[in-house]
Nanobody, 121 residues
């Protein structure tokens, strides 16, 4: 089975930084897009940033210039460096990956369990 395990969330003051990590464990053939989403209370889940296996990235306008997504393909890991955090960044952050299973298996979306990020003013 494949699992995405996130780490790095926590409580930080406005203007501070946090670094989220997400590793895909289990047997995978390849991982295409990896990304981070977030969901604040009472709001829909939204894309924060995504990165392809080739390194192409995109990010929500609200985080451009503050958040940076990167990945280590050899370790099946994606990172989200969050700087200049604002109270409105408070949310549960979820890792997502499009994973192709071995033995000519399908490509399926996987989600992590979520990690809480709280930014105090």
């Amino acid at each position: 089975q494949v699992h995405l395990v996130e780490s790095g969330g926590g409580l930080v003051q406005a203007g501070g930084s946090l670094r989220l990590s997400c590793v895909a464990s289990g047997t995978v053939f390849s991982i295409n897009v990896m990304g981070w989403y977030r969901q604040a209370p009472g709001k829909q889940r939204e894309l924060v940033a995504a990165i392809t296996s080739g390194g192409s990235t995109n990010a929500a306008d609200s985080v451009k210039g503050r958040f940076t997504i990167s990945r280590d393909n050899a370790k099946n890991t994606v990172f989200l460096q969050m700087n200049s955090l604002k109270p409105e960044d408070t949310a549960v952050y979820y890792c997502n990956a499009q994973i192709k299973l071995p033995n000519d298996g399908p490509t399926l979306p996987y989600w992590g369990q979520g990690t809480q990020v709280t930014v105090s003013s």
